[in-house]
């Protein structure tokens, strides 16, 4: 019988996934040491938010430390690490740009998951599709790049931005965007704000029940009820709150107010857009929905380089220092930076070294074998050359000073020699002989 072959019926058409361009910022996200259950859930929702340019179904073990991820991004392109940790005080969230920094360490006063966002919001969730694309960047509230802007808040700014693939409105399909992430700078707490909305498209002056006319019935009816109406007039018109036609009818006016708000909500579709209707040049009310997570970052630490390889220290938030001392940090780390390039250096020079001494000693041994060789062979030669002037001599003639030995010692030699063989062959055990008989 055939085997049944199986379809890819998670694909489906028009739904194919987009492919990231080659500039566009990769990152891991991943939690570091012992960590509740709560920040598990946090690191998976942030993959999620950060879809489709990191590593969603990244499994960590618990032998793998930070330096097998540093190690490993550069070969996968990564651009970026994000290492959630527990510390006795609060969790915290390190940002770190690969390959040579800066590195950013945040407290994490307070935060929100997925699930409890969601559950709080009465709105329609997304059906995943949203997820496709990369989100786009909101900043807000940072202060402009002046003479009395604290340093570190342009540092801060461009380090978020750069988690994010850079906006170009020339290029930017309007289909593509689903999503926005929200940083913005509490100047009074000192604080940043982390959100993340889903970008809802409604038709705009029309009221809820007329849209729903419009956009259809929802995916479990797929019919609208309409039993407990009179006239179709009491399912569109009705007011809100009223049970039937006894409380009156809503106006236009008063419909598009409950439904859109001002004009400012309003926006004309510069192309076609997700969703039923909703085709280049229509008037549509755009409308953020919040699905988390939701965290309140302090900026705790800036440093140079990555984790292990820290250099110096750009601010802290609870440590103050002199100029002397910056002044002798900075010469103690330019001290550790020029002796860690001296062992580099001497330990280029010792495999070089190294290197040479085994080829040069690899020559010697195969030298040293070839000399073997022809000693070997003249040798040989040699003793081939005194065995024929042995046996022949020079003239053929015998030595006169040779003694001969006569014929009777000759035969007691032979007699002993046959002895002697004889003596040998008893001394010798016998072998069994072995008869094969026929089966």
Known sequence: MARKRKNRTHLKGGAAPVTTSDGAPKSFIIKHGQVGSSVTQLVRDMRKVMEPNTASRLKERNRNKLKDYLTLAPTLQVTHLLAFTLTPIA????????????????????????????????????????????????????????????????LLMKSFQSLFPP??????????????????????????????????????????RVRRVLEGASSKTRVINLGNEKDVADFLLRRRGEPGPEGGYESAASSAESVAGDDGDAVDLAGDYVGRNNKKGQRRAVRLDEVGPRMELRLVKIAEGVPGKEGAILYHEFVKK????????????????????????????????????????????????????MEDVEDVGSEEEGGEEIDGGEDGAWDEEEEISEGEDSEVEQGSDMESSEDEAESQPRKKVRIRGKR
């Open 167 to 208: 906006l170009s409105p020339n290029t930017l399909s309007l289909s593509s965007a689903r999503r926005v992430v929200l940083v913005a700078y509490n100047p009074d707490r000192g604080t940043v704000d982390f959100r993340h909305y889903i970008i809802k498209v409604k038709p705009y002056g029309v009221s809820k």
């Open 91 to 154: 969790p915290s969230l390190r940002l770190v740009r690969l390959s040579a920094g800066p590195t950013l360490s945040f407290r994490i006063e307070r935060y929100s998951l997925m699930k409890d966002v969601m559950n709080n919001s009465r709105r329609a969730r997304g059906v995943g599709m949203e997820y496709l694309s990369p989100p786009l960047l909101v900043l807000a509230s940072f202060p402009p790049p002046s003479s009395t802007t604290p340093p570190h808040l342009p």
């Open 322 to 373: 002199s100029k002397k001392q910056i002044a002798d940090l900075k010469a103690e780390h330019a001290a550790k930076a020029k002796l860690r390039k001296e062992r580099r250096e001497e330990q280029e020079r010792n495999v070089k070294r190294k290197k040479a001494l085994a080829r040069q000693n690899s020559g010697n041994t195969e030298g040293e074998d070839e000399d073997e060789e």
